[in-house]
């Protein structure tokens, strides 16, 4: 989830300062046998620069609820240790 937050929050600051992207693709004009002509078609995607933002905040509370889940399962993770190793017949051996 780290990782997932981190990508968010640079397509975020990518998206907040430039407002559309474009690229280019080719499509086939004409086939006929061995005679093909091709030609190159420009797409360009656009978005508000607020969006950016929104993607970059959604990025940022991905990862501090990612540092939260780690910190609770390593307490949940020591409390279960400390509970097997306390007892002297080892009830938790058996789990």
Not at 19 to 34: H, L, Q, R, Y
């Amino acid at each position: 989830m780290k990782i997932l937050g981190i990508v968010l929050i640079l397509a975020g600051a990518f998206m907040f300062f430039s407002n559309s992207i474009s690229f280019t693709t080719k499509e086939k004009v004409v086939d006929a046998g061995p005679i093909q002509i091709n030609a190159d078609k420009q797409h360009k995607v656009d978005w508000p620069s607020y969006a950016g933002g929104i993607v970059a905040a959604a990025g940022v509370v991905l990862l501090i609820f990612s540092k939260k889940i780690t910190q609770e399962v390593e307490i949940r993770r020591r409390r279960y240790w400390f509970q097997c190793h306390s007892y002297a017949d080892h009830e938790c051996d058996l789990l």
